[in-house]
């Protein structure tokens, strides 16, 4: 089936920009093979969102082939693929409750998974923590979701944050723009790196002073939304057009 003459073109564009982010978390060596997602809003009034085809590796997903369901995980668009039922949880929770978190991010890094294990969670030890922290929030871990019942739990610890560690599971970020959420997510993956290496070294770790941290913290709002992820997308599409330009098929 032809896709793109079947959606309209704000949709399209969605799927390129849901595809190349798809991609950009496959170079950088992100993905978990084919068991995280990363989910976008279908622009319009009604509630539908893409996410990935479930079996296809992040390498592989193109604008065409992602799958566009509804919030109770029914697809509106035929597709040969399914959807991973415990994406469709954890991301349908997030579009439902926070209409400004038209894309989520959700990943298994090593170093955030690695994170998220530490009872104190990310510190302020790098400039690219506070972002993070500025709007941080973190969600015990429940098993594999699946149960829907935890949906309203992770909800109430999102909140009106745009970072979130899954404690024993991962990362969460989510955002107004896919741009803005791959860089929200990129920020929070490279603070782990760094907070990880760090620690690795033995040596006494100098954080960052507390009056900096609360003075971000009491901007949230304005330095979540000033985080710049369109000045550096357009960059990124062409990175992947000289890299695969298949993603925009």
Known sequence: MDVKSQVSAQEWQTRIDLAACYRMVAHYGWDDLVFTHISARVPGPEHHFLIN???????????????????????VMPSDF??????????SAV??????????????????VAIS????????????????????????YEGVALNPEEKARLVADLGSTNFMILRNHGL??????????????FILQRACEIQLKAQATGETLVPINSQILA?????????????????A????????????PDFKN
């Not at 913290?217 to 000045?231: F, M, P």
């Not at 997308?233 to 695969?244: A, E, F, H, S, T």
């Open 117 to 140: 294990v530490l009872e104190q969670g990310l510190k302020p030890y790098s400039q690219q923590s506070l972002f993070a922290l500025a709007s941080l929030s973190y969600h015990d």
């Open 215 to 231: 003075g971000i913290k009491a901007q949230a709002s304005e330095v979540t939304k000033s985080a710049g992820g369109l000045l």
């Open 233 to 244: 997308w357009p960059g990124i599409l062409r990175k992947l057009d000289r890299m695969c």
């Open 95 to 112: 579009h439902e409750a926070r209409d400004d978190a038209k894309c989520v991010m959700h990943l298994h890094t090593t170093a955030g």
């Open 172 to 185: 969460l970020t989510c955002a107004d723009t896919i741009a803005d959420t791959f860089l929200a997510m």
């Open 82 to 91: 399914d959807i991973n039922p415990a994406g469709f949880v954890i991301h």
């Open 53 to 75: 085809p479930y079996g296809m590796l992040f390498e592989e997903v193109t604008a065409s082939s992602l799958v566009k369901v509804d919030l109770q995980g029914n697809k």
